[in-house]
């Protein structure tokens, strides 16, 4: 069955750095672009964090995010990453990764598969 799992999370202090990695199985990976989304705090909705497609060639970001955060993808690993650098506090979040099937860039259809997420918690 379809899985992404989420790994590398967290505690960090401000100004610290984390990777994360989305390892995915059960759908052919290589045809789908990759997100990763955080939601803040329960009830909070969930805020797009960056996107990259399928091939790697090309990456979106969140406006608060660029520049700190970049991600990368190795599809013979079926595994996406997301650098995370210059953390603050307010990155404190529960981050998932997120499959659609490549169709057009940036992504135009809701995302089809979700991770449960990975706590990163950043201390001031």
């Known amino acids: 069955q379809v899985k992404l799992v989420e790994s590398g999370g967290g505690l960090v202090q401000s100004g610290g750095s984390l990777r994360l990695s989305c390892a995915a199985s059960g759908f052919l990976f290589s045809r789908y672009d990759m997100g990763w989304f955080r939601r803040q705090a329960p009830g909070k909705e969930r805020e797009f964090v960056a996107?990259?497609?399928?091939?790697?060639?090309?990456?979106d970001y969140a406006n608060s995010m660029k520049g700190r955060f970049t991600t990368s993808r190795d599809n013979a690993k079926n595994t996406v990453y997301l650098q995370m650098n210059s953390l603050k506090p307010e990155d404190t979040a529960v981050y998932y990764c997120?499959?659609?099937?490549?169709?057009?860039?940036?992504?135009?259809?809701?995302?089809?598969?979700w991770g449960q997420g990975t706590q990163v918690t950043v201390s001031s």
């Open positions: 996107a990259i497609n399928w091939s790697g060639g090309s990456t």
């Open positions: 997120a499959a659609t099937y490549a169709t057009a860039w940036p992504p135009p259809r809701p995302y089809d598969y």
